[in-house]
């Protein structure tokens, strides 16, 4: 249990200090964050809802912040280059998630055309019958991408990595309030990049 939390939290430093230097980005996870919760909740009383939350909402601030605003310069921080931090990502790298969009963004297309989707659902009559079958499908996808690369690190890595990569995910919205909540104050003071100073690798 040990090694499994120090490797959890070297994943989360990692995690924190190549790919959230732009304090946009970072104030978008909180906002990623909170409505992540959100969609938690949601999940036990209107998986519908949850699904359109966390796609809509969740993962679209979250991925604006990496794909918009993280500086891919030189890391002067980390002496790292944008290319050496993406070929050392655990999880999701910006091609891996570019892929994961590509899915999601196209689902509802093929669906509009497919209302069947190959024989899953029952074809939809109106409106929200379709919203319905997005929602799902796009929870699908979710699910699918967590397990899908878990099981790719256990092959790849090990098993703890898979594990722990996973325990992050999940827990990131949490941690993500905690270490992002004063993002908006810093960027309302006119910082937009966190110096990263005050951080104590682990």
Not at 69 to 97: M, S
Not at 98 to 110: D, H, Q, R
Request: glycine fraction near 6%.
């Amino acid at each position: 249990m040990h090694d499994f939390l120090q490797a959890l939290r070297a994943q989360r430093w990692d995690d924190h200090r190549y790919y959230h230097h732009s304090r946009i980005n970072q104030a978008l996870h909180l906002v990623s964050a909170v409505s992540f919760l959100c969609a938690y909740f949601l999940l036990f009383t209107d998986p519908v809802a949850a699904a359109l939350t966390g796609w809509l909402i969740s993962m679209v601030s979250r991925q604006v912040g990496h794909f918009f605003f993280e500086p891919r310069d030189y890391d002067e921080v980390n002496q790292a280059t944008h290319e050496h931090k993406e070929a050392i990502k655990v999880g999701y790298n910006l091609r891996r998630k570019a892929v994961l969009l590509a899915i999601w963004a196209l689902a509802p297309v093929v669906l509009y055309f497919n209302p069947a989707f190959g024989g899953v659902f029952t074809p939809h009559t109106d409106t929200a019958g379709f919203v319905n079958h997005v929602a799902q499908l796009w929870l699908a996808i979710g699910l699918g991408g967590l397990v899908f690369r878990t099981v790719h690190l256990f092959i790849i890595k090990d098993v703890q990595t898979g594990l722990v990569w996973l325990t992050k995910i999940v827990t990131d919205p949490f941690h993500d309030v905690m270490l992002y909540h004063k993002a908006p104050l810093y960027l309302l003071r006119g910082e937009l990049i966190d110096p990263m100073a005050h951080r104590q690798q682990v």
